[in-house]
């Protein structure tokens, strides 16, 4: 497989990120315009948006790399590119879990803590002598 096959299968899988890719670009620019009003949740939701951002870039350029790597080394048993895949699959799997937590972060970051509601007091209505 020459460089110009691979270019167009990582291209390829990249535009299947697209729309994860440009939901989190709106939002880090969101992010980054408003980060004055909420500093420490904009700096979770960034982080949380950053990392999605990278994955879909990272993610079809690893696999693409790994696959080729994987077809080309004729020394690697069905069994352990299956593992080498797997093992792919479970860490994908964690960054995603990761910028979820984050994202979840910047939703309850900087809330301040409910206030008790004032009880109502029974004033007695007598006219002032």
Same mark, same amino acid.
């Given at each position: 497989?020459? &460089?110009?096959?691979?270019?167009?299968?990582?291209?390829?899988?990249?535009?299947? !990120?697209?729309?994860?890719?440009?939901?989190?670009?709106?939002?880090?620019?969101?992010?980054?315009?408003?980060? &004055?009003?909420?500093?420490? @949740?904009?700096?979770?939701?960034?982080?949380?948006?950053?990392?999605?951002?990278?994955?879909? #870039?990272? #993610?079809?350029?690893?696999? &693409?790399? =790994? !696959?080729?790597?994987? +077809?080309?080394?004729?020394?690697?048993?069905?069994?352990?590119? @299956?593992? #080498?895949?797997?093992?792919?699959? +479970?860490?994908?799997?964690?960054?995603?879990?990761?910028?979820? @937590?984050?994202?979840?972060?910047?939703?309850?970051?900087?809330?301040?803590?409910?206030?008790?509601?004032?009880?109502?007091?029974? =004033?007695?209505?007598?006219? &002032?002598?």
């Amino acid at each position: 497989m020459n &460089n110009i096959e691979q270019f167009k299968i990582v291209l390829a899988s990249l535009l299947t !990120q697209l729309p994860i890719l440009l939901v989190s670009l709106v939002a880090v620019i969101m992010v980054v315009t408003r980060w &004055n009003e909420l500093p420490k @949740a904009s700096m979770w939701a960034l982080l949380g948006f950053g990392l999605t951002l990278l994955l879909c #870039i990272v #993610i079809p350029v690893v696999q &693409n790399s =790994v !696959q080729h790597w994987a +077809i080309e080394n004729r020394d690697l048993s069905h069994d352990q590119r @299956a593992s #080498i895949f797997t093992g792919l699959s +479970i860490l994908w799997s964690v960054l995603r879990a990761v910028s979820y @937590a984050l994202l979840l972060a910047a939703v309850f970051a900087g809330r301040r803590a409910p206030q008790p509601a004032l009880a109502a007091v029974d =004033v007695p209505r007598h006219p &002032n002598p």
